[in-house]
């Protein structure tokens, strides 16, 4: 069974601080071929690739977030972290974690495997 939970979600002022994590299934960190990406959608927009990370430790970032976030696994406990440093009111969405093939994450794909979501609002 593939499983993805993801919590750490809040309300924070602009210039905060947030640390994400998902929670996956063993199965998910078993595949080689396999990337974890953590995906943003605010209210009336589409789903947006935010950050990735592949079995082989790359990662990528989108233009938005680059400097600010960063997105690491702990393989021994199957969670992914997204650290979300200089929050700004852009940011404000829910943060849903992804697993799916590599090459399919890193355009953005959203086919694969979801979470439910956490809510992140920056707001002063």
């Known amino acids: 069974q593939v499983q993805l939970v993801e919590s750490g979600g809040g309300l924070v002022q602009p210039g905060g601080s947030l640390r994400l994590s998902c929670a996956a299934s063993?199965?998910?960190?078993?595949?080689?071929?396999?990337?974890l990406g953590w995906y943003r959608q605010a209210p009336g927009k589409q789903r947006e690739l935010v950050a990735y990370i592949t079995n082989s430790g790359s990662t990528n970032y989108a233009d938005s977030v680059k400097g600010r976030f960063t997105i690491s696994r702990d393989n021994a406990k199957n969670t992914v972290y997204l650290q979300m440093n200089s929050l700004k009111p852009e940011d404000t969405a829910v943060y849903y974690c992804n697993a799916n093939l590599g090459s399919l994450v890193r355009v953005g794909a959203l086919s694969g495997y979801w979470g439910q979501g956490t809510q992140v609002t920056v707001s002063s």
């Open positions: 063993r199965s998910i960190f078993s595949i080689d071929a396999m990337a």
